[in-house]
């Protein structure tokens, strides 16, 4: 792990950029930390830090946990059960699956 102050990094941010790919470069100001520049392996590591900074995320997150806590939420398997009951209504059947069924695209509509 790196520690460098924000003039350095802006004065060799390729450098460091470099460096953050072998570990967390701690930025400073001051010497306190202001930042931290990561290495970025999969699109879904970025989806999750961004996500985990969503002010809006975290206000819908800490409801839900609210209404679980008053005794107002639903059980872990039920949960699931609506998924997937509301994601097979919202999949289009296939031409395979509408011919099983008997159903062509134009009677469907």
Known sequence: MNIASQHEVAANFADYLKASQKGPVIVTDNGEPVAVLLKATEKDDLER???????????ILDAARQRFKEGRGIPHDAFWEQVAAQTAKQRPMSKRTRAKNGRSK????
């Not at 830090?49 to 206000?59: F, I, P």
């Not at 134009?106 to 509509?109: A, L, N």
């Open 49 to 59: 830090l961004l996500m985990g900074h969503s002010e809006k995320l975290q206000a």
């Open 106 to 109: 134009r009677g469907s509509e």
